[in-house]
């Protein structure tokens, strides 16, 4: 996660750290339709990627630890 704040502002969009392929191709968006749209788009993608990490981390560590505040379902 802290390698990833590192490149928030980076104006690099390096497919290790921003998968902007994937995103375009999902997204059905044009080469063209995408270079127009920048900067400001490459600066969204890459703080939705970041959040998403960070409740992903969230997630990981809820479940690293042992609950007795509720009973489980069945």
């Known amino acids: 996660m802290l390698d990833h704040e590192t490149y928030v ?21 044009s080469d063209t339709d995408w270079d127009a749209s920048q900067p400001r788009a490459t600066i969204e993608l890459r703080r939705g990627r970041h959040d998403m990490l960070r409740r992903v981390l969230e997630a990981a560590e809820r479940l690293e630890h042992y609950s007795y505040a509720a009973t489980p379902r069945r």
């Open 9 to 29: 502002d980076m104006e690099t969009a390096h497919p290790q750290w921003l998968p902007v392929a994937l995103f375009k191709r999902k997204m059905d968006i």
